[in-house]
């Protein structure tokens, strides 16, 4: 149990465009999801915490109109990128949970490569 | 804020005890996690420790946890090739449930 889908897995797209990628719960309800970024060799970088129904809670120095996170279900959490840029280039990686104590199921993450 | 350290590489060869260590700074840290990253891919949880704890075994795995000098360290028994990877520890605490990782080790297994 616990599974977690992210898509796409990688995705290539022209500068100035949007990107918007998926991160679904397949067996539970996760009443939190977290995205997080990886530059290349790096830890990840927690973005932000998005409850189902309210709004995320950014991480200091996340621009929340570049990064907009909608959280709509207790299965579907998603991240779009706006207004990509070659900087944006990165892997992100969400995780969902059901509850605290109840550990972190994290996605496969996605390529995103702006060019 | 929470700072988590970790030894950026280690080598060893196949069939030797592989031991990454971790250094946190949050005292209120109440789990602490283990997880494995291959190249291009999620997170793997591999083990995590609660707090009260001073140890942990599961299989090749050994979790040991000095909360006095805010240590953590997993040792891998008989490492093999296929635990070539990255390892990164993790803490959360109550108040902010937030995952905060380390920098993450890089395990090179020889053969």
């Known amino acids: 149990g616990a599974v977690v889908s992210q898509h796409p897995s990688w995705v290539i797209c022209k500068s100035g465009t949007s990107v918007k990628i998926e991160c679904r719960s397949l067996?539970?309800?996760?009443?939190?999801m977290f995205w997080y970024r990886q530059f290349p060799k790096q830890s990840l970088m927690l973005m932000a915490t998005?409850?189902?129904?309210?709004?995320?809670?950014?991480e200091q120095g996340v621009e929340k109109d570049k990064f907009l996170i909608n959280h709509a279900s207790l299965t579907l959490s998603t991240l779009t990128v706006t207004s990509a840029h070659p900087e944006d280039s990165s892997f992100y990686i969400c995780?969902?949970?059901?509850?605290?104590?109840?550990?972190?199921?994290f996605g496969s993450g996605t390529r995103l490569t702006v060019v | 804020g929470e700072d988590v350290e970790q030894s950026l590489f280690l080598s060893v060869r196949e069939g030797d005890s592989s031991v990454i260590n971790c250094t946190y700074t949050?005292?209120?840290?109440?789990?602490l996690y283990w997880y494995k990253q291959e190249p291009g891919a999620g997170l793997q949880l591999l083990t995590y420790?609660?707090?009260?704890?001073d140890m942990k075994q599961d299989q090749r795995l050994t979790v040991l946890l000095n909360k006095k000098d805010k240590h953590l360290s997993l040792r891998i028994a008989d490492t093999q090739t296929g635990d070539s990877a990255i390892y990164f520890c993790?803490?959360?605490?109550?108040?902010?449930?937030?995952?905060?990782f380390g920098s993450g080790t890089r395990l090179l297994v020889r053969p």
């Open positions: 995780s969902a949970s059901r509850g605290v104590g109840y550990g972190y199921t």
């Open positions: 067996d539970f309800q996760a009443t939190t």
């Open positions: 998005s409850n189902e129904g309210s709004k995320a809670t950014y």
């Open positions: 949050d005292s209120s840290s109440t789990y």
């Open positions: 420790i609660f707090s009260n704890m």
């Open positions: 993790a803490e959360t605490e109550d108040s902010s449930y937030k995952l905060i």
